[in-house]
């Protein structure tokens, strides 16, 4: 009874129920956690910047602050620019806060405010180029040409981003998982937009697996062609180790057996196969609830 209470705590993490709700479906009624709400200075400061640049625009237009006539309409439309990416880095601000801060997942949280970043500085961008350019058809047909000509030389960045959306939407790793992709072993500590970055461990230098100390950089492209191991899947993280070693012909099998046995319970300790017994609980709410976990080693 004990191992399954177990079971149930760590049904209750993030990491556990996501990795349920993928394999048996999402279930109605799933509780989100709630935090408390902070008081925030940023509000008031975004406020006052607004109301600094609608007191200015007024002034200008009203002609209370001397401005060369050639050049109101530019310093208007510099103010209105303004506003709008106050406003844009406002809403950003309160999402990041109240919606994404309220998350349990510290990887969600971490991928939904890198996807907020990219939102936010595409905005701005748009709104740069509206202020910039008085003709909006001149505005997309220069940004068109150039879109054409950066495409046409930066091909492999562009399918490292389209990795990264990928990255994002089947979620292959996410950081904090360890994994092997090609000749790269190592635990994710950053996603950006266009490459992966690893801590690296074993390695030509090591024959276990420790941290090497070497950093290791891939481009999200790698994803879309080679095959991505992880050894991080939050219903079952371990990973079973076959050791092999050489006896005589005329040894006493069973003696041999009892004997392994008897030493791997020893150093694995009870903890270790309630353990086992708790994930293979787990594993039996999901497709694979077929499949046989030990509680002991097999010899």
Known sequence: MATQDTAEEISTKPEVRKAL????????GVETVQVATKHNFWFVTHVLLIAGCAVLYYAIGSKLIPVPQNTVELARRFLRGAVLVVIVLAIAKAISIYIIGR??????RFTLRRIEHLLVALVIAVIVIGVVFVNWYTAVISVGV???IVGLAVQTPMTSFLGW????VRRPYQVGDRIQIEDATGDVIDVSYLDTTLWEFGGKYLSTDHPSGRIIKFPNSKVL???VFNYSWPLFPYIWNEIKF???YNSDLQFVAQTMQKITAE?????MMERVGVFRDLLAKTPVNELEVREQPRV
């Open 225 to 227: 062609s080679a095959m």
């Open 165 to 168: 959306i990928y990255i994002l």
């Open 21 to 28: 709700s993928e394999t048996t479906g999402p279930k109605p």
């Open 146 to 148: 150039g879109s054409i």
């Open 246 to 248: 050489n006896i005589a």
């Open 267 to 271: 150093e694995i300790g009870e903890e």
């Open 103 to 108: 998350l349990d997942d510290a990887a969600a």
